[in-house]
């Protein structure tokens, strides 16, 4: 069983920037899928950015795209998150499975979830 830790969210003005991280509890040497969400209140849990092992193949949605930069360096996943909006504000979670051929913003890919972290812009 994987279990995923999520860091970084906090609160921030608009503009601003933050970096979100994310730990797996064990490294996949294999490829690994893994992927930030985003869920505000009342609305559906959102995709955002993913990745598959290796950096090769990246994910955007795009509500982010231009603003937002997903890595993976070994068993953490980051998310860097510039010129934040208020619509950004939400609990960001982060997913990681290892069927990389299903990889993308798809929440019902992702078999593994963090617990989440709030990211509140103003």
């Known amino acids: 069983e994987v279990q995923l830790v999520e860091s970084g969210g906090g609160s921030v003005q608009a503009g601003g920037s933050l970096r979100l991280s994310c730990v797996a509890s064990?490294?996949?040497?294999?490829?690994?899928?893994m992927g930030w969400f985003r869920q505000a209140p009342g609305m559906e849990r959102e995709g955002v950015a993913a990745i598959i092992t290796g950096g090769r193949t990246r994910y955007y949605s795009e509500s982010v795209r231009g603003r937002a930069t997903i890595s993976l360096d070994k068993n953490t996943a980051s998310l860097q998150m510039d010129s934040l909006k208020p619509e950004d504000t939400a609990t960001y979670f982060c997913?990681?499975?290892?069927?990389?051929?299903?990889?993308?913003?798809?929440?019902?890919?992702?078999?593994?979830w963090g617990q989440g972290t709030q990211v509140t812009v103003s």
């Open positions: 064990q490294y996949t040497y294999g490829s690994t899928c």
């Open positions: 997913a990681a499975d290892p069927h990389v051929l299903s990889c993308g913003l798809r929440s019902n890919v992702y078999r593994y």
